[in-house]
């Protein structure tokens, strides 16, 4: 039996390159070697409020960009979330044994709380029960997450163990999995917050849909310091972001980029990494451009994988109803 991954991603606007290096980049290799559910996140979107419109059209069209970047279905199962009811109700059971505390430890609650101050809905405080709902319908071995989402699978981890124990074996327990490199790629404007599609700069994040001009004119914005000095220090945190953002795309090691960039300066730097990008996204714009031209085709793929996940959710959302007593 294939080690099974589960991952799934929001469409709550076009990905960045943080959503691509810290999980999608990682989903095309592992469909490879594993056998791999993906999903599109949409029942979670609704927790920040959306334009119905533009929800719907920005689902199919993560469809497209996932397929663009490299997610092939011979391989991989990719489905729409809101297409299998199993989600939302293995969600409520396992809000049931979910702790208000707990859930208000989550970092991520805190911050969309801040966010959106005037919509801090119940839904955005059960995000983790859903979130763990997603993954444990699976049997998944491991779910591969940028940094931000740690606590969340810690969270379905924690519940699976509680369930099992209480009712005996229903659920296996995933274990995440982090990029080397990039679990947390920064805003390129203000690199102590993570690269994230609803901040309102656009010159904070790259999406995987830039042109090269764009691309260009924002790593020309990007943030660094004073020092001039190109080293891969923490403390310099808009140049170490530039340098890890490069060595995660280029694949070189750490010397030959430090002896590449001596002598050099910040501009050179910004030049480089902008030059990585496009070599890395551009075909991914290319392939896009047939893909959203073809949306029928992307909705047969979604139908199928909806078919195919449905088959495995309902086997282990059924169990659970029947281990606490629901008719
Ligand atoms: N900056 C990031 N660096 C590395 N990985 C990241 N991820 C998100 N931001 C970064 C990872 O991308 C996957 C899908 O994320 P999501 O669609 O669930 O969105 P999110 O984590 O809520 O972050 P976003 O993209 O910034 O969206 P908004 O602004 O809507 O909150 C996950 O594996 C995530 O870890």
Redesign the pocket.
């Known amino acids: 039996m294939k080690e099974r991954v589960f991952?799934?991603?929001?469409p709550?606007?076009i990905i960045?390159l943080?959503?691509y290096?810290?999980?999608v980049k990682q989903w095309v290799q592992t469909q490879k070697h594993t056998d791999c559910i993906f999903c599109i996140?949409n029942t979670h979107a609704i927790t920040i409020r959306q334009n119905p419109q533009t929800l719907h059209a920005t689902t199919y069209n993560l469809a497209a960009i996932l397929l663009a970047c490299g997610i092939d279905t011979e391989q991989a199962t990719l489905f729409i979330q809101s297409s299998i009811d199993a989600h939302t109700a293995l969600a409520w059971i396992l809000e049931c044994h979910l702790s208000m505390g707990e859930l208000s430890r989550m970092t991520q609650f805190k911050d969309k709380s801040q966010k959106h101050p005037k919509n801090i809905n119940a839904g955005l405080f059960n995000y983790p029960a859903l979130m763990a709902a997603d993954i444990l319908l699976y049997d998944v071995d491991s779910v591969p997450?940028?940094?931000?989402?740690r606590q969340h699978v810690e969270l379905a981890r924690d519940v699976a163990i509680r369930f099992n124990h209480e009712y005996g074996e229903t659920f296996k327990i995933p274990k995440a999995v982090f990029p080397t490199l990039?679990?947390?790629?920064?805003s390129l404007t203000d690199p102590s917050k993570?690269?994230?599609?609803?901040?309102d700069n656009p010159n904070s994040m790259i999406t995987i849909l830039d042109s090269p001009e764009t691309v260009r004119a924002k790593l020309k914005k990007a943030t660094t310091d004073s020092l001039g000095q190109i080293a891969f220090n923490p403390e310099q945190k808009g140049v170490y972001n530039l340098l890890t953002i490069y060595q995660s795309l280029t694949g070189y090691n750490t010397e030959s980029i430090l002896g590449e960039f001596e002598g050099k300066g910040y501009g050179t730097l910004k030049e480089r990494v902008g030059e990585a990008i496009i070599a890395e996204i551009a075909p991914i714009g290319e392939r896009y451009a047939v893909l959203s031209k073809n949306m029928q085709y992307v909705q047969k793929i979604l139908q199928e994988g909806a078919r195919k996940a449905n088959e495995i959710a309902s086997v282990r959302y059924t169990l659970a109803k029947e281990r606490v007593g629901l008719v």
């Open positions: 991952s799934a991603i929001q709550t606007g960045h943080g959503n290096l810290g999980a996140a997450v940028g940094d931000d989402q990039t679990a947390r790629v920064m993570k690269m994230s599609k609803s901040d």
